[in-house]
């Protein structure tokens, strides 16, 4: 199946900083969708993002579906923006659309 | 709010026990889909049904069992529980088969004494 890596794997900031979260892919895919995981572990939609780049307020994510990955970035950091942020992936043909996880990445915003 | 709602938000039970996690989907999402979260697995599929019929099995184990009812709302029953199943249960949607965005739920947090 599909292997998802995510890095780096924990991150510590303060208030206010920039941070770029990698996610990478082992192999084609037509899904691809960022979460934000709250300490309360609530999974949060942030992107959909097959190909090709969005924003979204301070967020903003690209997936370059050729070269198998994403990059998440994160600009002018709030607390708020603390938790687990997760990859997931999937190639979906009409029959099993799973998403498949990668481990995630801890982010830490320390006022 | 994603528009997926899963009850209870919290369960905790006993060793051997069975219990049963319920599913609404967002409104007009035919999809349904399940996953496990615990802290050695990580986020992992479970199940997914289409318009009441299932659709793909991930790895979830034979003592789990799901379906989904006409009015599409999806059930997961865990039997003969072990501390082991203990983790957070994530129910969630999406449209038409392909490729499509799937929102989750608030999640079930089970808790195996």
């Known amino acids: 199946g599909i292997q998802v890596e995510q890095s780096p794997p924990d991150l510590i900031l303060q208030e206010g900083a920039n941070s770029t979260l990698r996610c990478n892919f082992s192999d084609s895919v037509n899904n691809l969708q960022w979460f934000h995981q709250n300490p309360w572990g609530q999974l949060i939609n942030l992107f959909y993002?097959?190909?090709g780049t969005k924003q979204n307020g301070r967020l903003s994510a690209t997936t370059v579906a050729t070269e198998r990955y994403s990059l998440l970035y994160i600009s002018s950091s709030q607390t708020t923006d603390s938790g687990v942020y997760f990859c997931?992936?999937?190639?979906?043909?009409?029959?099993?659309?799973?998403?498949?996880f990668g481990t995630g990445t801890r982010l830490t915003i320390i006022p | 709010d994603s528009g997926v709602t899963q009850t209870p938000k919290h369960l905790i039970t006993a060793t051997g026990q069975r219990v049963t996690l319920r599913c609404s989907p967002r409104s007009g999402d035919l999809s349904v889909y399940w996953y496990q979260q615990s802290l050695d697995q990580g986020l992992q599929f479970l199940i997914q049904?289409?318009?009441?019929?299932?659709?793909a099995k991930g790895n979830i184990l034979e003592r789990f069992s799901a379906q989904q009812f006409p009015d599409l709302h999806s059930e997961l029953n865990l039997s003969s529980l072990e501390l082991g199943d203990s983790a957070l249960y994530f129910c969630?949607?999406?449209?038409?088969?392909?490729?499509?965005?799937?929102?989750f739920g608030p999640g079930t947090r089970l808790t195996v004494l």
């Open positions: 969630a949607s999406s449209g038409a088969p392909g490729a499509d965005e799937q929102f």
């Open positions: 997931a992936v999937a190639f979906s043909n009409f029959g099993n659309e799973k998403l498949t």
């Open positions: 049904y289409y318009n009441g019929e299932e659709r």
């Open positions: 993002i097959p190909s």
